[in-house]
T-cell receptor
Framework: KNQVEQSPQSLIILEGKNCTLQ??????????LRWYKQDTGRGPVSLTI?????NTKSNGRYTATLDADTKQSSLHITASQLSDSASYIC?????????????FGKGTHLIIQP | NAGVTQTPKFRILKIGQSMTLQCTQD?????MYWYRQDPGMGLKLIYY???????DKGEVPNGYNVSRSTTEDFPLRLELAAPSQTSVYFC??????????????FGPGTRLTVL
């Protein structure tokens, strides 16, 4: 069964500090991996999308890495801001899976304290 | 563009009542989806549609129905509400095929409580 596991479940850091969120998956065959940011009371918004051949992709202060061999991804946030407080969701798409081929992780709840 | 809009934002239902959750997108996306998000859990796919007149079941379709008469609208129907349907419901849309350069766009969600 395809699974996506995220860690930690929750994380509290001080404003200005860096942090790294982890995502491990067992989805096969792999197509792509997405990171979403979900603010409280809002729908998820896409941060990055990575394919098998991409090791690193950045979006401002967000940098995602992918190791397709070990089936692991990480999302690194640099110089955190209060607006980074949100849930971060890892989503893996299976090759040929179509519209129902996405597996969602449970998310990491990140709190940035002033 | 308004993107993906959902109504209502909040709703409380009694057991056995029925309701329709509305979803509209103005991006001319062929694909539309309904997900539910339970506390501490990942999003689960309820139904999806690849175009007007075509719908398919997702992972958790029991207790729900959908229709897709136009490209823009994808309503979700709950016929006999049960407490297990208490959740936050998200509608999403995308261009055909979830290739790496085609992301899903989500609505703001409908928070439903069944008592």
């Amino acid at each position: 069964k395809n699974q996506v596991e995220q860690s930690p479940q929750s994380l509290i850091i001080l404003e200005g500090k860096n942090c790294t969120l982890q995502c491990n998956y067992t989805v096969s065959p792999f197509s792509n991996l997405r990171w979403y940011k979900q603010d409280t009371g809002r729908g998820p918004v896409s941060l990055t999308i990575m394919t098998f051949s991409e090791n690193t992709k950045s979006n401002g202060r967000y940098t995602a890495t992918l190791d397709a061999d070990t089936k692991q991804s990480s999302l690194h946030i640099t110089a955190s801001q209060l607006s980074d407080s949100a849930s971060y969701i890892c989503v893996v798409s299976a090759e040929g899976g179509g519209a129902d081929g996405l597996t969602f992780g449970k998310g990491t709840h990140l709190i940035i304290q002033p | 563009n308004a993107g993906v809009t959902q109504t209502p934002k909040f709703r409380i239902l009694k057991i056995g009542q029925s309701m329709t959750l509305q979803c509209t997108q103005d991006m001319n996306h062929n694909y539309m989806y309904w997900y539910r998000q339970d506390p501490g859990m990942g999003l689960k796919l309820i139904y999806y549609s690849v175009g007007a007149g075509i719908t398919d079941k997702g992972e958790v379709p029991n207790g729900y129905n959908v229709s897709r008469s136009t490209t823009e609208d994808f309503p979700l129907r709950l016929e006999l509400a049960a407490p297990s349907q208490t959740s936050v419901y998200f509608c999403a849309s995308s261009y055909p095929g979830l290739t790496p350069h085609r992301s899903q766009y989500f609505g703001p969600g409908t928070r439903l409580t069944v008592l």
